[in-house]
């Protein structure tokens, strides 16, 4: 099987990082205002179930790095990983946060 381009591949660590971050810190901000009533385990299914999905719908594109500390894990362990890659699951993250919380107002 051919490798995906890198555009391909950046797209979707951008978008699944962007995903990642937005249904997850999304449901803690809704746990928040809902003084709790998520609970740590609805979080923590939310994370889940997202990176479920994540991997099943995009692992095979791009490796499935949607946490940039999976990368820095994997350089730090010495297994090959590319350059770009910390730089591609980094990039959906600024403005999944945007979104998510807004911007400050003042």
Known sequence: ???????????TEALGSFVLVF????????DAHTHGD???????LVFFLVLVALISAGGHVSGAHYSPAVTVALT??????EAPEWARSAAGAPP???????????
């Open 76 to 81: 730090v362990s010495r297994h090959s990983v």
């Open 96 to 106: 999944a946060a945007h979104f998510t919380i807004g911007r400050p107002s003042g």
């Open 23 to 30: 249904a997850g810190c999304g449901a803690i901000v809704t």
């Open 1 to 11: 099987m051919e490798r995906p381009d890198l555009a391909r591949r950046a797209l």
């Open 38 to 44: 998520l609970g740590a385990v609805g979080v923590a």
